[in-house]
């Protein structure tokens, strides 16, 4: 099993990022998919989550309008499309792959929001 986050990288505010997640080893579109970010000295947030089949999508409140979540089950890719990022979105953002009892994690993705 592989979940591989990429794309991130240094932005300036107000500017726009997309994230990617390639998972292997499952079946990818029978699971939920979400992404989290852990800022500096915080604690692990859940940003979005996109469910399996029908693609229902949840927000944390503090990136609703500007996040979109998004899947791709021929290519077994979630995106995160972020835009009018502040720096307060600086983290490390995490790919999570859930179903049941089954959670595969990525080994994050640092963006950093700075001019």
């Known amino acids: 099993v592989q979940v591989v986050e990429s794309g991130g990288g240094l932005v300036q505010p107000g500017g726009t990022l997309r994230l990617s997640c390639a998972a292997s080893?499952?079946?990818?579109?029978?699971?939920?998919m979400s992404w989290y970010r852990q800022g500096p000295g915080k604690e692990r947030e859940l940003v979005a989550r996109?469910?399996?089949?029908?693609?229902?999508?949840n927000y944390a409140d503090s990136v609703k309008g500007r996040f979109t979540i998004s899947r791709d089950n021929s290519k077994n890719t979630v995106y995160l499309q972020m835009s009018s990022l502040q720096p307060e979105d600086t983290a490390v953002y995490y790919c999570?792959?859930?179903?049941?009892?089954?959670?595969?994690w990525g080994q994050g993705t640092q963006v950093t929001v700075s001019s």
């Open positions: 996109i469910s399996s089949v029908v693609s229902n999508t």
């Open positions: 999570k792959a859930t179903r049941g009892g089954d959670d595969y």
């Open positions: 080893g499952f079946t990818f579109y029978s699971y939920h």
